[in-house]
């Protein structure tokens, strides 16, 4: 088991958003988040990544207690969330791709390494020198998780990977995510996209009137 919660609880005042228990998830397994506007699969993804609090006993991650307030460093270097729309610094394609990397202090090599085969790996290597705000929405996406993928992360939430890309575009950003697995990372997807929902071996989870199904 790589990451399991006694309970878990969202509230808004008095509003309950979500109370689940026994939730888990697995190491190097895909998952869709599924369920209506509003019921709260953004917001399961951002308290996950530590973006937003929640109440939370009985944390367990790959073996270890840990407490999701305040977020512990084991968590933030092993899990990354990426936004249905990616932030992207003034720089360039590489540069965001590298800033992670930089962040942790890694060294020029190995970020320069990292960079090229993330880049590689997500179609975007001819890109590495534009600035992002000339991007489409389907180029943004994969560099977003090629931003991600340099990180080695053993989580990946992505909140609407898919959303408002045209079909090809669509296609590139989910040809992606198997690869993701492969490399041994987990990978949760809040979405509504069928393909997605489809793709093999994807356990399917739905939020519903604040609790989780499992399918």
């Known amino acids: 088991m790589m990451l ?3 309970r878990l609880t969202k509230r808004y005042d008095s509003h309950t958003l979500f109370d689940l228990t ?3 998830l697995e190491g190097a397994t895909a998952y869709v988040l599924t369920g209506v506007n509003g019921a709260g699969k953004s917001t399961l993804l951002r308290v996950l990544a530590g973006l937003a609090p929640a109440e939370a006993q009985d944390v367990q991650f790959e073996g270890r207690s840990v407490s999701l307030s305040p977020y ?3 968590l933030r270097r092993s899990i990354v969330y990426v936004h249905q729309h990616p932030i992207m610094f003034s720089t360039s394609v590489a540069d965001n791709i590298a800033y992670g990397l930089k962040a942790r202090g890694e060294s020029h ?3 320069k390494q990292a960079v090229h085969e993330a880049m590689s790996w997500a179609g975007v290597r001819h890109l590495a020198d534009n600035n992002p ?3 489409s929405g389907g180029e943004k996406q994969r560099v977003a998780l090629a931003r991600a993928k340099v990180l080695h992360p053993r989580l990946l939430l992505l909140d609407e990977p898919t959303a408002n890309l045209d079909g090809a575009a669509r296609e590139q ?3 992606l995510i198997p690869t993701l697995i492969h490399a041994g990372s987990s990978v949760v997807m809040a979405c509504h996209d069928r393909d997605l929902i489809n793709l093999p071996e994807v356990q399917r989870m739905k939020l519903r009137d604040g609790k ?4």
């Open 133 to 135: 705000a000339t991007l």
């Open 4 to 6: 399991s919660i006694g």
């Open 109 to 111: 090599a190995a970020i």
């Open 173 to 175: 950003v989910i040809a």
């Open 22 to 24: 026994d939730f888990s």
């Open 212 to 215: 989780l199904e499992m399918k």
């Open 72 to 74: 512990p460093a084991l």
